[in-house]
Nanobody, 127 residues
Framework: QVTLVESGGGLVQAGGSLRLSCAASGRTFSGYPMGWFRQAPGKEREFVAAIRWSKSTDYADSVKSRFTISRDNAQNTVYLQMSSLKPEDTAVYYC?????????????????????WGQGTQVTVSS
């Protein structure tokens, strides 16, 4: 099975930037569709961005033009470059993998499409 480990979170001022990394490991890893989700205190988990092996991407409207998702298939790593950060971006960010093809049926924006999740990394944006 695939194991995911996020890193790169931290505290930044509004307008700053951060790059999150998600390292995937496991014998079955072969470029699965990957997604980033986030959850802020008192709010439900929400879709942020997704990317397929072909590097085609999808973004939530709230982060479009500010965040960029990318992947290095050779290194089994997915990234989320975050720029022009706002206080409302504050949340725990989770990396997820679809190893069973759920995103083909449900789409990449739905959390139930992903069966493997990381532990999350905290991102805090101060005003």
């Amino acid at each position: 099975q695939v194991t995911l480990v996020e890193s790169g979170g931290g505290l930044v001022q509004a307008g700053g930037s951060l790059r999150l990394s998600c390292a995937a490991s496991g014998r079955t890893f072969s470029g699965y569709p990957m997604g980033w989700f986030r959850q802020a205190p008192g709010k439900e988990r929400e879709f942020v961005a997704a990317i397929r092996w072909s590097k085609s991407t999808d973004y939530a409207d709230s982060v479009k033009s500010r965040f960029t998702i990318s992947r290095d298939n050779a290194q089994n790593t997915v990234y989320l470059q975050m720029s022009s950060l706002k206080p409302e971006d504050t949340a725990v960010y989770y990396c997820a993998a679809d190893t069973r093809g759920g995103s083909v049926v449900r789409g990449t924006r739905v959390h139930t499409a992903y069966d493997c999740w990381g532990q999350g990394t905290q991102v805090t944006v101060s005003s």
